[in-house]
């Protein structure tokens, strides 16, 4: 009886920490965007759609930082492209900007983006988001905690969340955004 109870308490303590989930780095992940990822971020606040939509009423800044799409191979190499990305209405879509470059260009890149939506001040409310299970939007979070955005909400669920209980709307890249990357 006795070997069975430790056997059980390993179980359970197994059990818990699968159920925790991936634990959260302790930089930016550099590995595959999609991908398990961490129930939490430590300096932000994890929110369902519900809560997206009170903070979007409030004027928050909606963050959509999902990949852009690929230019199908057999457009030509000077055609126009100008991929649709539905999204939350009203979101500024940041393509990429969840990637886990730490550099300085990239680090400089994204926080002019950010001053300029955000005027400069760092207690806008500011939701990120992507799609689920993806890292990109988890990243976006990390770095707005790490310069001092004062209210960060990271929205796990991303666009298809939003979609489960609300209309999406297709978005265009932010124009500043890509052309900052050139």
Same mark, same amino acid.
């Given at each position: =009886?006795?070997?069975?109870?430790?056997?059980?308490?390993?179980? *359970?303590?197994?059990?818990?920490?699968?159920?925790?989930?991936?634990?959260?780095?302790?930089?930016?992940?550099?590995?595959?965007m999609?991908?398990?990822?961490?129930?939490?971020?430590?300096?932000?606040? *994890?929110?369902?759609?519900e809560?997206?939509?009170?903070?979007?009423?409030? +004027?928050a800044?909606?963050?959509?930082?999902?990949?852009?799409?690929?230019?199908?191979?057999?457009?030509?190499?000077?055609?126009?492209?100008?991929?649709?990305? =539905?999204?939350?209405? +009203?979101a500024?879509?940041l393509? +990429?900007?969840?990637?886990?470059?730490?550099?300085?260009?990239?680090?400089?890149?994204?926080?002019?983006?950010? &001053?300029?939506?955000?005027?400069?001040?760092?207690?806008?409310?500011? *939701?990120?988001?992507?799609?689920?299970q993806?890292?990109?939007?988890?990243?976006? &979070?990390?770095?707005?905690?790490?310069?001092?955005?004062?209210h960060?909400?990271?929205?796990?669920?991303? *666009?298809?969340?939003?979609?489960?209980?609300?209309?999406?709307?297709?978005?265009?890249?932010?124009?500043?955004?890509?052309?900052?990357?050139?």
């Amino acid at each position: =009886m006795r070997r069975l109870r430790g056997g059980l308490l390993a179980l *359970v303590v197994i059990t818990s920490a699968a159920a925790a989930g991936v634990v959260e780095p302790q930089n930016f992940w550099d590995g595959p965007m999609q991908g398990e990822t961490p129930m939490a971020l430590a300096g932000a606040q *994890v929110v369902d759609a519900e809560a997206v939509a009170t903070l979007k009423q409030r +004027g928050a800044l909606l963050l959509d930082v999902a990949q852009s799409p690929i230019k199908p191979e057999n457009m030509a190499p000077d055609a126009l492209w100008r991929p649709i990305h =539905m999204s939350i209405p +009203g979101a500024v879509w940041l393509a +990429g900007a969840g990637s886990g470059d730490s550099s300085p260009v990239f680090q400089s890149r994204f926080d002019e983006r950010l &001053a300029g939506l955000t005027g400069g001040g760092k207690e806008k409310p500011i *939701v990120v988001f992507c799609h689920p299970q993806c890292w990109g939007s988890w990243n976006a &979070a990390k770095r707005l905690v790490m310069r001092g955005y004062a209210h960060v909400y990271w929205f796990r669920d991303g *666009v298809e969340g939003w979609q489960e209980k609300f209309e999406v709307a297709p978005v265009q890249p932010d124009l500043a955004w890509a052309e900052a990357k050139k």
